[in-house]
């Protein structure tokens, strides 16, 4: 067994023992600094003023069952239990991780006063600065109005939020939305239709220091004969693998979703939610003769551990209206039909992209935080005649987790909801994109299972009278900062 990793195992055994030694206290002698020395005795400031060596190198501890492995729990009788935590450099043993992502990468590195490194603090790899005005160009149609992109947030160095628009619309600054949220050291995604400048290019701000991802799944442009016109269907449940028979899919597992649509659909509108993962990984949804297995090159949604977390994508079916789901991580799979798109339907909708607008936001004065089983109306201000509203909704702050979900005020009853349209963790900001039916007057209404804040941004809405149409694309990574 390599001497870094028998180094190891005495740190695992004896850094509890260091921190009742701080309290016990009395000063000794300051020994010859050296990789095998740890600290005793600090002084009021926190450095150091006694170095020792442990009584003992050797341990009678097998060899980890795993190269890199580390000793977490150690007895006179050697190791109890080996791990792979990623937050010790084994390359450099003295530096431990003070902040570990919930992706596995260390964003800040620290010694502690306890042990005395051997080199100096590994590089740690940040995302994009905080305020950071970001230009992508998503290769969309030359006629396109928009671009539906499915935006991921990795590693923030802290919570925050990205907004997305048209370049010449996007200032620097704060922003009065968002197209994003995510919490620190995190990966998270939300889709989107961001608004293009007339060189078919859009822009991404980021309130915090985060790495971006963004993956086109198609555009909107004007009316032409092969475009595709919206086909809105009531939500219905089309998958959900926590309900026997089904089972939890194992990593790198590809499942199979028959939504129901009919003949001739190119690409269906659907929530995916990723409910308890056992690690932090991602999903890919595309048409089933697509999908092949291994990693994916792109992603339909993010997910954690132990969470429940929705994310709305545009998904190509195959001739019989399926699709298929990689999951990279074990994880249980609901999904959620909104609607389809197609050419050729009768009653289908056009789109009309609007200036993206704050509808709602109950954190701001006369409104309050809605209780659990609350019912939120929003008025979207919407023109009369939109069957649909494309909307981001936004969970801040809940107490604790649970759901939203939204539909037309007028088929929206109290009480527990058999669809979602998005998720939410306690104390945490969330936010997943979604086409909620409108009532007549042009609003719609929001049930919430737990008490949670509430923030819309409307992006567009869907009619008879929409002159927009939606060209799919197959998923493509347009922007990737790490």
């Given at each position: 067994?390599?001497?870094?990793?028998?180094?190891?195992?005495?740190?695992?055994?004896?850094?509890?023992?260091?921190?009742?030694?701080?309290?016990?206290?009395?000063?000794?002698?300051?020994?010859?600094?050296?990789?095998?020395?740890?600290?005793?005795?600090?002084?009021?400031?926190?450095?150091?003023?006694?170095?020792?060596?442990?009584?003992?190198?050797?341990?009678?501890?097998?060899?980890?069952?795993?190269?890199?492995?580390?000793?977490?729990?150690?007895?006179?009788?050697?190791?109890?239990?080996?791990?792979?935590?990623?937050?010790?450099?084994?390359?450099?043993?003295?530096?431990?991780?003070?902040?570990?992502?919930?992706?596995?990468?260390?964003?800040?590195?620290?010694?502690?006063?306890?042990?005395?490194?051997?080199?100096?603090?590994?590089?740690?790899?940040?995302?994009?600065a905080?305020?950071?005005?970001?230009?992508?160009?998503?290769?969309?149609?030359?006629?396109?109005?928009?671009?539906?992109?499915?935006?991921?947030?990795v590693?923030?160095?802290?919570?925050?939020?990205?907004?997305?628009?048209?370049?010449s619309?996007?200032?620097?600054?704060?922003?009065?939305?968002?197209?994003?949220?995510?919490?620190?050291g995190?990966?998270?995604?939300?889709l989107?239709?961001?608004?293009?400048?007339?060189?078919?290019r859009?822009?991404?701000?980021?309130?915090?220091?985060?790495?971006?991802?963004?993956?086109?799944?198609?555009?909107f442009?004007?009316?032409?004969?092969?475009?595709?016109?919206?086909?809105?269907?009531?939500?219905?449940?089309?998958?959900?693998?926590?309900?026997?028979?089904?089972?939890?899919?194992?990593?790198?597992?590809?499942?199979?979703?028959?939504?129901?649509?009919?003949?001739?659909?190119?690409?269906?509108?659907?929530?995916?939610?990723?409910?308890?993962?056992a690690?932090?990984?991602?999903?890919?949804?595309?048409?089933?003769?697509?999908?092949t297995?291994?990693?994916?090159?792109?992603?339909?949604?993010?997910?954690?551990?132990?969470?429940?977390?929705?994310?709305?994508?545009v998904?190509?079916?195959?001739?019989?209206?399926?699709?298929?789901i990689?999951?990279?991580?074990?994880?249980?799979?609901?999904?959620?039909?909104?609607?389809?798109?197609t050419?050729?339907?009768?009653?289908?909708?056009?789109?009309?992209l609007?200036?993206?607008?704050?509808?709602?936001?109950?954190r701001?004065?006369?409104?309050?935080?809605?209780?659990?089983?609350?019912?939120?109306?929003?008025?979207?201000?919407?023109?009369?005649?939109?069957?649909?509203?494309?909307?981001?909704?936004?969970?801040?702050?809940?107490?604790?987790?649970?759901?939203?979900?939204?539909?037309?005020?007028?088929?929206?009853?109290?009480?527990?909801?058999?669809k979602?349209?998005?998720?939410?963790?306690?104390?945490?900001?969330?936010?997943?994109?979604?086409?909620?039916?409108?009532?007549?007057?042009?609003?719609?209404?929001?049930?919430?299972?737990?008490?949670?804040?509430?923030?819309?941004?409307?992006?567009g809405?869907?009619?008879?009278?929409?002159?927009?149409?939606?060209?799919?694309?197959?998923?493509?990574?347009?922007?990737?900062?790490?």
């Amino acid at each position: 067994m390599p001497c870094a990793i028998r180094r190891w195992v005495w740190l695992a055994t004896i850094t509890s023992v260091v921190a009742v030694l701080v309290v016990a206290g009395g000063v000794g002698q300051k020994a010859l600094a050296n990789d095998y020395y740890v600290c005793q005795i600090f002084d009021l400031q926190g450095q150091c003023i006694d170095w020792y060596p442990p009584p003992s190198f050797t341990t009678t501890s097998p060899d980890p069952p795993v190269a890199g492995a580390i000793c977490d729990t150690a007895t006179d009788l050697g190791c109890q239990r080996w791990v792979l935590p990623a937050f010790y450099d084994l390359a450099n043993w003295g530096w431990m991780c003070d902040f570990n992502s919930k992706t596995g990468k260390c964003l800040h590195w620290t010694w502690g006063n306890r042990i005395k490194p051997t080199g100096p603090a590994p590089v740690v790899l940040i995302g994009l600065a905080a305020e950071t005005v970001t230009t992508v160009n998503p290769g969309a149609g030359a006629n396109a109005s928009a671009v539906l992109a499915n935006l991921t947030m990795v590693d923030g160095a802290a919570p925050g939020y990205i907004t997305a628009d048209k370049c010449s619309a996007l200032l620097a600054g704060p922003q009065t939305r968002s197209n994003g949220n995510h919490d620190s050291g995190e990966a998270i995604a939300n889709l989107s239709v961001v608004p293009l400048d007339t060189d078919g290019r859009f822009c991404v701000y980021n309130q915090v220091s985060v790495n971006l991802l963004a993956d086109v799944q198609g555009y909107f442009a004007p009316s032409t004969a092969d475009g595709q016109l919206f086909v809105q269907s009531a939500p219905s449940r089309k998958l959900d693998t926590r309900i026997p028979p089904l089972t939890k899919p194992p990593a790198g597992s590809i499942t199979k979703v028959a939504t129901g649509v009919v003949p001739g659909t190119s690409a269906v509108l659907v929530n995916l939610t990723m409910v308890d993962g056992a690690t932090p990984g991602y999903i890919t949804a595309n048409k089933c003769s697509v999908l092949t297995a291994g990693p994916q090159t792109k992603s339909s949604g993010n997910h954690g551990v132990s969470t429940a977390i929705a994310n709305l994508a545009v998904v190509p079916v195959d001739s019989d209206g399926s699709f298929c789901i990689y999951n990279q991580q074990p994880v249980n799979l609901v999904v959620d039909l909104q609607g389809s798109f197609t050419s050729n339907a009768s009653g289908a909708l056009g789109f009309t992209l609007s200036t993206p607008s704050r509808r709602l936001d109950t954190r701001v004065a006369p409104l309050t935080r809605p209780g659990a089983g609350a019912i939120t109306k929003v008025n979207t201000g919407i023109a009369p005649g939109a069957t649909a509203a494309l909307v981001n909704l936004t969970m801040v702050e809940g107490t604790a987790a649970g759901y939203i979900t939204a539909d037309k005020c007028s088929a929206l009853v109290p009480g527990p909801q058999t669809k979602s349209a998005g998720n939410f963790t306690a104390l945490s900001a969330i936010a997943n994109l979604s086409v909620v039916p409108l009532d007549a007057d042009g609003s719609f209404c929001i049930f919430n299972s737990q008490p949670v804040d509430l923030v819309v941004d409307v992006q567009g809405a869907f009619s008879q009278t929409g002159a927009e149409r939606f060209f799919p694309l197959a998923p493509t990574r347009v922007l990737d900062t790490r």
